[in-house]
């Protein structure tokens, strides 16, 4: 396969606004890509973690598909659809929904939960593959799904070079993982998933990042940017220095509440997360407020 163009730069891992009845809110939605298109976001992970994923009901998952789908100047980013799902049968019905609504791209985890060998999670991903004609990603997250990938098995090598990945959204720390990826396949789009890292996995040939944070921090990325374009690395080190100090401070609060509270200081009311995430304190707000505003 033809590594994928116009794929590389920034994509917001999109969160899930609520309104006050804890409904999907489409409107907020479209403001934060409004938002973030204007920041410097190439496109958009729809209904992914930063979503809620697993906290959604199966219409909520497609409600939000489709109104991404429906954003008023969709012609001027990327649409990557998560399908994650513990059956492959499920996963296909998001799928071909993405197909139908237009996506560049799809993304799946690992089926998680059971421990499946790398056999079973290769043929996962053919499936996914061979059921809906898109480009298909590999969202590696080992700390969530429980599972290690193997990139010396056969199988896992297999999808990796044959055209059944697309490329791969590397949600760990294991940035040597990464380059060995990058290494074994170079036509596979990579991006960076763990914002705190992010320099790294770019130094390590990264194509972009798929981060939580772009939410309300794309600003301060697009000079991480900037400075490694330039090659200045002392300049780029300090700015990844700072963005780690927000994210620190997010997740100490919790991260999805904190991503979500700062962006109702930024004028886009996104609601609250669901249960079992904690509503944020007065004063957990306050710090999360006063750690952003000293590294932005």
């Given at each position: 396969?033809?590594?994928?163009?116009?794929?590389?730069?920034?994509?917001?891992?999109?969160?899930?606004?609520?309104d006050a009845q804890g409904k999907f809110n489409?409107?907020?939605?479209?403001?934060?890509?409004?938002?973030?298109?204007?920041?410097?976001?190439?496109?958009?992970?729809?209904?992914?973690?930063?979503?809620?994923?697993?906290?959604?009901?199966?219409?909520?998952?497609?409600?939000?598909?489709?109104?991404?789908?429906?954003?008023?100047?969709?012609?001027?980013?990327?649409?990557?659809?998560?399908?994650?799902?513990?059956?492959?049968?499920?996963?296909?019905?998001?799928?071909?929904?993405?197909?139908?609504?237009?996506?560049?791209?799809?993304?799946?985890?690992?089926?998680?939960?059971?421990?499946?060998?790398?056999?079973?999670?290769?043929?996962?991903?053919?499936?996914?593959?061979?059921?809906?004609?898109?480009?298909?990603?590999?969202?590696?997250?080992?700390?969530?799904?429980?599972?290690?990938?193997?990139?010396?098995?056969?199988?896992?090598?297999?999808?990796?070079?044959?055209?059944?990945?697309?490329?791969?959204?590397?949600?760990?720390?294991?940035?040597?993982?990464?380059?060995?990826?990058?290494?074994?396949?170079?036509?596979?789009?990579i991006y960076g998933g763990f914002d705190e890292?992010?320099?790294?996995?770019?130094?390590?040939?990264?194509?972009?990042?798929?981060?939580?944070?772009?939410?309300?921090?794309?600003?301060?990325?697009?000079?991480?940017?900037?400075?490694?374009?330039?090659?200045?690395?002392?300049?780029?080190?300090?700015?990844?220095?700072?963005?780690?100090?927000?994210?620190?401070?997010?997740?100490?609060?919790?991260?999805?509440?904190?991503?979500?509270?700062?962006?109702?200081?930024?004028?886009?009311?996104?609601?609250?997360?669901?249960?079992?995430?904690?509503?944020?304190?007065?004063?957990?707000?306050?710090?999360?407020?006063?750690?952003?505003?000293?590294?932005?």
């Amino acid at each position: 396969m033809k590594k994928m163009e116009n794929m590389g730069g920034f994509f917001v891992a999109a969160i899930t606004p609520f309104d006050a009845q804890g409904k999907f809110n489409a409107k907020a939605l479209h403001a934060v890509m409004d938002k973030t298109i204007g920041e410097g976001a190439a496109g958009f992970l729809v209904g992914g973690s930063s979503a809620e994923c697993p906290l959604l009901t199966h219409q909520e998952r497609e409600e939000g598909l489709v109104a991404a789908s429906q954003y008023a100047e969709r012609a001027r980013t990327k649409l990557m659809a998560s399908v994650a799902a513990l059956s492959t049968e499920e996963a296909i019905a998001y799928a071909k929904l993405a197909k139908e609504l237009s996506y560049d791209a799809m993304i799946s985890t690992v089926p998680y939960y059971y421990k499946f060998g790398m056999k079973a999670i290769a043929g996962y991903f053919r499936a996914l593959r061979e059921a809906v004609d898109l480009p298909l990603f590999l969202y590696n997250f080992p700390g969530n799904t429980g599972i290690e990938i193997d990139i010396a098995d056969e199988h896992i090598r297999g999808i990796l070079t044959d055209g059944t990945i697309a490329g791969v959204k590397q949600t760990s720390l294991n940035l040597h993982q990464m380059e060995r990826i990058k290494a074994m396949n170079p036509e596979l789009v990579i991006y960076g998933g763990f914002d705190e890292v992010y320099i790294g996995a770019r130094i390590l040939g990264a194509d972009g990042a798929i981060g939580s944070t772009f939410n309300f921090t794309l600003p301060l990325f697009t000079k991480i940017e900037a400075a490694y374009a330039a090659h200045d690395i002392p300049l780029a080190q300090e700015l990844q220095r700072r963005a780690n100090n927000i994210m620190q401070a997010c997740v100490s609060c919790s991260l999805f509440p904190s991503i979500k509270h700062m962006l109702y200081t930024q004028g886009i009311d996104c609601g609250g997360c669901r249960a079992p995430f904690p509503t944020l304190t007065d004063e957990q707000k306050a710090y999360v407020e006063k750690i952003v505003a000293e590294n932005m």
